[in-house]
């Protein structure tokens, strides 16, 4: 089972030109984003309090998921 962190997940996102990398780029750059937790409260409710732009909650549902199914591995 993988402990990474959301954000330490996040981070194989970057430079990969498609929707989830510019939620990563967006994270990345973000230097309050909550680093060491995985709690998805936590998280979308910093997204909707403080998340830039390219921080949808759409993208953040789906990166969630398959955080979740990384996890497991």
Do not use: C
């Not at 990969?16 to 510019?22: F, H, P, R, T």
């Not at 910093?46 to 549902?61: A, P, Q, R, V």
């Amino acid at each position: 089972m993988n402990k990474a962190s959301f954000y330490h997940f996040i981070l194989n996102e970057r430079g990969a030109k498609n929707e989830y990398s510019i939620f990563a780029e967006a994270v990345f750059n973000d230097l309050m984003f909550p680093k060491y937790t995985s709690d998805f409260h936590v998280i979308s409710t910093y997204i909707e309090e403080y998340g830039s732009g390219d921080m949808s909650l759409s993208i953040f549902d789906q990166l969630y998921e398959k955080y979740t199914e990384w996890q497991k591995f």
